[in-house]
C-alpha cells in the first residue's frame, strides 16, 4: 500500500505560479513511476506530468515550457512546479504513483483555480 498526500494547491491570477508537492509513505520501495493529473468537473482526468525514478520526465502539450515536474526520491516527494499559469489550468490536481507491481495509487486531490 502507498499514501500519498499532496498540498500546495490554491488561487492565483493569470501568470502566476503556484508548487504543489506530494508526499508519499508505506511501501514506497515499490514506486517506479510518479506524476500528476487534473480534472476539471465533467471531464474526464487528464495526464500533466510523470517522472520515474531514474528521472525521466513526460509532459502533456497543454503544459511543455511551463510546468516542471521533479523528485526526491530520498524524501519520496514529486513537485510540479506551475509557471505561466493560465485560466485553462483550473483544475483539481492529484498524484499518483505506479509501483514495480502495476498497481495505482492516487492523493486525495488539490484545487488549484486561476483567475483570469
Known amino acids: 500500500q502507498v499514501q500519498l498526500v499532496e498540498s500546495g494547491g490554491g488561487f492565483v491570477q493569470a501568470g502566476g505560479s503556484l508548487r504543489l508537492s506530494c508526499a508519499a509513505s508505506?511501501?514506497?520501495?515499490?514506486?517506479?513511476?510518479m506524476g500528476w493529473y487534473r480534472q476539471v468537473p465533467g471531464k474526464q482526468r487528464d495526464l500533466v506530468a510523470t517522472?520515474?525514478?531514474?528521472?525521466?520526465?513526460t509532459y502533456a502539450n497543454s503544459v511543455k515550457g511551463r510546468f516542471t515536474i521533479s523528485r526526491d526520491n530520498a524524501k519520496s516527494v514529486v513537485y510540479l512546479q506551475m509557471n505561466s499559469l493560465k485560466p485553462e489550468d483550473t483544475a483539481v490536481y492529484y498524484c499518483?504513483?505506479?509501483?514495480?507491481?502495476?498497481?495505482?495509487?492516487w492523493g486525495q486531490g488539490t484545487q488549484v483555480t486561476v483567475s483570469s
Open positions: 508505506g511501501s514506497i520501495f515499490t514506486i517506479n513511476r
Open positions: 499518483i504513483s505506479s509501483t514495480i507491481f502495476q498497481r495505482d495509487y
Open positions: 517522472i520515474t525514478r531514474g528521472g525521466t520526465t
